[in-house]
């Protein structure tokens, strides 16, 4: 399973960037997908997951300004963030759950780098 994404850059205080990652791989079993942020010498930390048939779990930081939603038929998940700020600048690393043979593995994709400048 390979997962890409893309979407992140710079971008002023107040604005906003729309996220995407997409899954590909075979007969593809995608239980969750989700996003998390990274900044160097930190923890990496949760955004939001979307899991198939559930509500969206959002960080308490990120609630109300982030909008996470699947494509399901593309194995997609975007992240529409809106009102960003300085301190979240950071690498943004999707990550999917995938089921195979019934046994459940993490993957991530690369990251993709968000600037917020003040």
């Known amino acids: 399973v390979q997962l890409q994404a893309s979407g992140g850059g710079l971008v002023q205080t107040g604005g906003s960037l729309r996220l995407s990652c997409a899954a590909s791989g075979s007969a593809l079993n995608i239980y969750i997908m989700g996003w998390y942020r990274q900044v160097p010498g930190k923890q990496r930390e949760l955004v939001a997951t979307a899991a198939k048939g559930r509500s969206p779990n959002y960080a308490d930081s990120v609630r109300g300004r982030f909008t996470i939603s699947r494509d399901n038929a593309r194995n997609t998940v975007y992240l529409q963030m809106t009102s960003l700020k300085p301190e979240e600048t950071a690498v943004y690393y999707c990550?999917?759950?995938?089921?195979?043979?019934?046994?459940?593995?993490?993957?991530w994709g690369q990251g993709t780098e968000v600037t917020v400048s003040s």
């Open positions: 990550n999917a759950l995938v089921f195979t043979d019934g046994a459940p593995k993490s993957y």
